[in-house]
């Protein structure tokens, strides 16, 4: 069964870093599109990065570009995202994304939103 667990949320100081952590289970990782979203209260939803697993392209929302960086492990199936130089802004429920394989999706970060899979989220708070 797919499944997206994802760790490594938390409370820093602005200006910290911190790294989230999703582990894919189930025939969803492979060659496919995985992402982060976040979600703050009273704000909608936005993409904050995408990765293609086969290449390891990726793709950033102009909010965090330069500042996060999203990787994966191809061995134990995970997805990373490196958040540096962390703002108040960047306060939100972060959620880990996989795309059902084989449907399609639009190009870039946005189709994050899109994705089928979703984790349980992971809080992040920054303070000023």
């Known amino acids: 069964q797919a499944q997206l667990t994802e760790s490594g949320g938390g409370s820093v100081q602005a200006g910290g870093s911190l790294r989230l952590s999703c582990a894919a289970s189930?025939?969803?990782?492979?060659?496919?599109?995985m992402g982060w979203f976040r979600q703050a209260p009273g704000k909608e939803r936005e993409g904050v990065a995408s990765i293609y697993t086969g290449t390891g392209t990726a793709d950033y929302a102009n909010s965090v570009r330069g500042r996060f960086t999203i990787s994966r492990d191809t061995v134990t199936k995970t997805v990373y995202l490196q958040m540096n130089d962390l703002a108040p802004e960047d306060t939100a429920m972060y959620y880990c994304?996989?795309?059902?394989?084989?449907?399609?999706?639009?190009?870039?970060?946005?189709?994050?939103?899109?994705?089928?899979?979703r984790g349980q989220g992971t809080q992040v708070t920054v303070s000023s």
């Open positions: 994304a996989a795309r059902r394989p084989g449907r399609a999706v639009g190009p870039g970060v946005r189709a994050v939103l899109e994705y089928y899979y």
């Open positions: 189930g025939d969803i990782y492979s060659r496919n599109f």
